[in-house]
């Protein structure tokens, strides 16, 4: 009994820390990314945004988590009680288990399974469950169509995101998370963006489309549905929903530097860039992409549901298709492949 | 192995139950969701065997697509529930049969593990050692060697199964106004638009 102990106890004890602290970190830290998210759509209208709460509106975050906490939570009388409820918890558990296997320095990660890259890609295909849940049990027409739009629009995107996975996958020759910024080291020449510049694109323009962001963001246009899938709930559960997003797309931008952008590595790899710590580098270029996500919720108009599919199926499924080709007979063509 | 046993037994429980409540429970979108819970279920099964690539793609295949759709279609159906039950006496022996036929299976391949039990080991035993390469690396070798041509013809039968279904609800209807992006982004302001200097109080004559 005590062999057991010591053999699984300390060890299950150990990740059961590390997965808490990580919670923390990263929950405090999303208070702080919806901040600067509604500070850069503000300062792209000129306007101050978030500035009562705390100095420079710092705590603005914290003062709604509050006001959700200690609202009254209403379910509708039509509801589907369990699956309303179950809904926000399944999307913000799907969300944060995601940073379970991501690597934020070398080393520096709870699981480093062999998988991890399918592992995400697996996750983020499962969150469009949340939405879908959360669309039928409200049993009201805007939500449902919310979550129709949401779960066709997530469906078409994973096809040409799991294309351009598989082409960085081919020129890495693992699918680890550690291993694909491992194989990046040594200056921004080797990060993947640049050999895999449309890839690139289209994998970031896809992950707009994947975590429901402007200019994708159909299944909440308010114009159309109210607020999409999320009408008719209240309070925390609401809170939850829109935390679970917000944790998503900084996933999302996690595995867009870990793939495209040398992961932990400094851009250039020489003394003073190198004093800095893998870790903020890292977290910098997750800032940095957030950023741009940011600025194109402010400045880009919302698309047409019509030109979204045919964005996902018509342009990127054929050129991420052809990339895969191409990667693969150059790798086999120059003898290339990775062992 | 303690650790291993208990994490089997608690996803070989879930997945029996949520199995069993696929077909028990009244709501058909309950169904599907409880069949998302076996194949997730499953998937921890194959974690477990070591088979983490197998149960990865179970979950982006099976959980993020194949039941999506399900899920899709069965919350857009307009079904009377009460009435789908009523038949069920009347499907009963054909039900019994494909589980009867299904339960020898069963039998027959774990009464020859009971009986040869060196054949055991030949289904769960793969080559090479899981310890000397990783999981894809493992299916990719034999996939694209051995079985290339079952793969392949695999492919095949999805094709034409795919292409079956779009000729079967691919209409041509007269009279929709459709769109053509090309025209729509070929299009210029100098053939759409003509600027004209207009003279106060005589307007255009000729257009």
């Known amino acids: ?339 | 192995m303690v650790v291993a046993a208990i994490a089997f037994y608690i996803f070989a429980g879930i997945a029996v139950a949520a199995a069993f409540m696929v077909i028990a429970a009244r709501n058909p979108v309950h169904s599907v969701l409880y069949l998302i819970l076996t194949f997730f279920s499953a998937a921890g099964l194959f974690v477990l065997m070591g088979a983490e690539f197998l149960a990865m793609i179970l979950l982006i295949v099976y959980v993020g697509a194949v039941a999506v759709l399900f899920l899709f279609v069965v919350m857009m159906l307009d079904v009377n529930f009460a009435s789908l039950r009523e038949g069920f006496l009347q499907y009963l022996p054909i039900g019994a049969l494909v589980g009867f036929v299904l339960f020898l299976e069963m039998v027959m391949v774990i009464g020859t593990w009971v009986i040869a039990p060196e054949t055991a080991h030949l289904a769960q035993s793969p080559i090479p050692p899981l310890g000397d390469v990783t999981n894809a690396e493992a299916i990719g070798r034999v996939m694209y060697t051995q079985y290339i041509y079952f793969f392949q013809a695999a492919g095949m039968v999805l094709l034409v199964a795919m292409i079956g279904a779009i000729v079967l609800t691919l209409r041509h209807r007269e009279g929709v106004q459709r769109q053509s992006i090309t025209a729509q982004v070929g299009r210029r302001a100098e053939d759409a638009l003509e600027i004209r200097k207009v003279e106060p109080g005589q307007g255009i004559s000729e257009l």
Not at chain 1, 120 to 143: D, R
Not at chain 1, 225 to 254: K, N, T
């Open chain 1, 1 to 339: 009994m005590v062999d057991i102990l010591v053999t699984y106890g300390i060890p299950a004890a150990i990740i059961a820390a590390q997965s808490v602290f990580l919670l923390v970190c990263l929950l405090v830290f999303v208070a702080f990314i919806l901040y600067a998210d509604r500070k850069v759509w503000a300062a792209v209208g000129y306007r101050k945004g978030p500035n009562v709460v705390g100095p420079f509106g710092l705590l603005q975050s914290f003062a709604d988590l509050a006001k959700f906490m200690f609202k009254e939570l209403i379910i509708p009388a039509g509801a589907n009680k369990g699956v309303f409820l179950i809904a926000p918890l399944l999307s913000t558990t799907l969300a944060l288990s995601a940073w379970a296997v991501i690597p934020m320095a070398d080393g520096v990660v709870i699981s480093n399974v062999n998988v991890g890259i399918l592992f995400i890609f697996a996750i983020s295909s499962l969150e469009v469950y949340g939405i879908i849940m959360a669309g039928w049990a409200s049993n009201s027409k805007y939500p449902f169509l919310g979550a129709l739009r949401s779960a066709a629009q997530m469906v078409s995107y994973e096809v040409s995101m799991g294309f351009v996975i598989v082409c960085v996958l081919m020129t890495v020759g693992s699918l680890n998370l550690s291993d694909i910024v491992n194989s990046q080291a040594g200056g921004f020449w080797n990060w993947y963006f640049l050999p895999h510049f449309p890839m690139f694109v289209i994998f970031f323009i896809s992950t707009l489309a994947e975590s429901n962001r402007p200019p994708f963001d159909l299944p909440e246009a308010e114009a159309e549905l109210v607020a999409g899938y999320a009408v008719e709930y209240s309070s925390s559960p609401y809170m939850m929903m829109f935390m679970a997003e917000y944790v998503a797309i900084l996933s999302l931008c996690a595995l867009t530097t870990i793939l495209f952008l040398g992961g932990w590595h400094a851009p250039i790899d020489i003394a003073p860039l190198t004093w800095v710590p893998p870790f903020v580098w890292f977290w910098a270029k997750v800032i940095f992409l957030f950023f741009i996500f940011a600025v194109i919720k402010a400045i880009v108009p919302r698309y047409r549901y019509d030109q979204l599919m045919r964005l996902g199926w018509k342009v990127f499924l054929p050129i991420s298709l052809f990339w895969v080709v191409a990667t693969a007979s150059f790798l086999v063509f120059t003898g290339t492949v990775p062992q």
